[in-house]
């Protein structure tokens, strides 16, 4: 690609000097950095191509860095932009789950706490980008398709930059989602239908409303967000891959975002070796990937009414999903869980870890301990599991599968028959 | 024959200026003949060299994906080009 491709750069802000243009991911077809996000020959999904001759980045140079996802610029498409970087995104906790381990039979088990976001999931990452890819290209708007948290997400950085933000959500997601994100400010379309329907219609209202959708439009920029996820895991491992990953699966974008972002740091010379089970975790009332897996096929069948108490997981038609196919093909593993397993995945991690997640985390949690049963994830592998979104944005999951509260009237006395571990 | 409201997003149309269209035809493969006969999209630009429908777009009738050319078209109905890649 000659340096002609580089003249668009120079009207869009934030964008760094080693981001040389998008790739076509299914023909290989080059583009200029421009908000665009399929081929326009085959339709394939575009990445973003890094010069990284063009760069020196050694471990050290980190030392001097923020603890937030912007200390890997090299890795990014764009320099933060203060008002969006100074909120705080990313370089979660990487915590060692020792008591959870013992139990699943593992010797090394690490959680990727990213409910301790600013806004409460590992959508903040991939927001962050896209908001900030916006920006860069003078769009007047942002917004969304969401199952939940990505709406959050997106509206929380519009507000700080002051951009209007309409976000689509098939109705039905969980109440403390939607007022979250109309905290920020945002205008929130419900539609009667799946992500799916969201999906096409902000598809188009990208287009016909010149709005910066930001996995949708913006989304070559948006999922470089995602790759964080593998670069933070890699430090904070000391610069050494896991040997299985377990990423709660969607649309597909941050499972080969953390895949990209694994094969970057190899490419660099960062890690020595990739991970050698990525492990696709799904809910089993809206499994498209993990079935077509199973089945050996190399094509998603859309699941035409996802059923699951993971609605942040119920994407039917997976947009990624033929790009998971295929990465998965090279080696790894996906599996699926049922609604009951991912309620017992999400207390198997609070009451050994105390570490309180959504159903996304339960899915990845549940997941993990069917693999390890079933011999697939073996006792000396070092696994990592990303938890991805809080327990606060779904109350409704856990209803009626714990323990009420006991009702006492305010005298000692009554406490005397319940508290009798105290003994 | 039944008169269809078709979207067609920049990516698939010639005239970048138009993004919504009013067309009869009683079934898709109708449809995808008027568009091409009536220079609204390139032949090749839909289908591959085998003559089939490229995998990574998906058509759309009134919201839901109809991959069969012989699918029956009624009057009003909302058809949809849109790529696979997109969203989550
Ligand atoms: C908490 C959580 N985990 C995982 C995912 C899946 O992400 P993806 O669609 O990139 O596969 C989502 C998607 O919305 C999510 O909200
Ligand atoms: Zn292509």
Redesign the pocket.
């Known amino acids: 690609m000659g340096g002609s491709s580089l003249t668009s750069k120079k009207t869009s802000r934030f964008i760094q000097e080693h981001v040389v243009g998008l790739k076509c991911r299914d023909c290989g077809k080059e583009f200029e950095i421009a908000p665009l996000y399929v081929c326009d020959e085959c339709f394939g999904a575009l990445d973003i191509i890094y010069d990284f001759e063009k760069i020196s980045f050694s471990k050290s140079d980190l030392k001097s860095r923020e603890n937030t996802l912007w200390r890997y610029k090299e890795f990014l498409p764009f320099e933060a932009p203060e008002y969006v970087s100074e909120i705080k995104a990313g370089f979660t906790p990487l915590i060692r789950a020792k008591l959870l381990a013992k139990k699943l039979g593992l010797k090394e088990l690490y959680i990727k706490n ?1 409910c301790v976001n600013p806004t409460y ?3 903040d990452r ?1 927001a962050a980008l896209g908001v900030t890819a916006a920006l860069s290209f003078g769009m007047k708007s942002v917004g969304c398709a ?5 709406a959050s997400a997106t509206a929380a950085y519009a507000a700080r930059v002051g951009l209007p933000c309409y976000i689509i959500i098939p109705n039905g997601i969980e109440v403390s989602k939607i007022s979250q994100a109309q905290s920020y400010g945002a205008k929130i379309v419900a539609v009667e239908g799946t992500y799916d329907d969201a999906n096409r219609l902000a598809t188009q209202a990208a287009e016909l409303f010149n709005i910066g959708m930001v996995n949708i439009n913006l989304r070559p920029y948006y ?1 470089e967000g ?1 790759k964080t996820l593998a670069l933070e895991v890699a430090e904070q491992l000391n610069w050494e891959a896991p040997d299985v990953f377990i ?11 953390i895949c990209r972002g694994f094969e970057q740091l190899l490419e660099l010379g960062l890690i020595n070796h990739l991970p050698k089970k990525p492990v696709v975790a799904q809910a089993l009332g809206c499994n498209p990937i993990s079935k077509a897996f199973k089945e050996g096929r190399d094509y998603i069948e859309v699941i035409e009414n996802p059923n699951t108490i993971a609605h ?2 119920a ?1 039917g038609n ?3 999903g033929v790009y998971v196919l295929r990465r998965l093909k090279q080696g790894g593993l996906a599996e699926d869980v049922s609604d009951q397993e991912i309620i017992e995945g999400i207390k198997l991690l609070a009451q050994n870890e105390g570490i309180y997640a ?1 159903p ?2 339960g899915v990845a949690i549940a997941v993990l301990k069917k693999l390890v049963e079933e011999g697939k994830i073996q006792e000396d592998e070092r696994v990592v599991c ?1 938890v ?2 809080s327990g606060l944005k779904t109350p409704e999951t856990l209803k009626g599968k714990v323990e009420e509260p006991i009702l006492i009237k305010p005298q000692v006395k009554y406490l005397e028959s319940i508290l009798t571990w105290q003994k | 024959m039944a008169k269809v409201e078709v979207f067609l997003p920049s990516l698939v149309r010639k005239n970048k200026n138009i993004s919504k269209l009013s067309i009869e035809a009683s079934n898709l493969k109708e449809l995808l003949d008027q568009l091409v006969k009536n220079d609204y999209v390139d032949k090749d630009k839909l289908f591959d060299e085998k003559g089939e429908l490229k995998r990574l777009i998906n058509i759309y009738i009134n919201g839901k994906i109809e991959r069969r050319l012989d699918a029956n078209l009624n009057e009003g109905d909302e058809v949809s080009f849109i790529p696979t890649v997109a969203g ?1």
Do not use: C, H, Q, R
């Open positions: 990213d999931s590992f959508k991939p969401s199952t939940g948290n990505l999922v995602s990423v709660p699966t969607a649309s597909g974008a941050m499972f080969n975002a942040s997981l994407i997976p947009g990624d959504e996304a985390g990303y991805t979104g | 989550g």
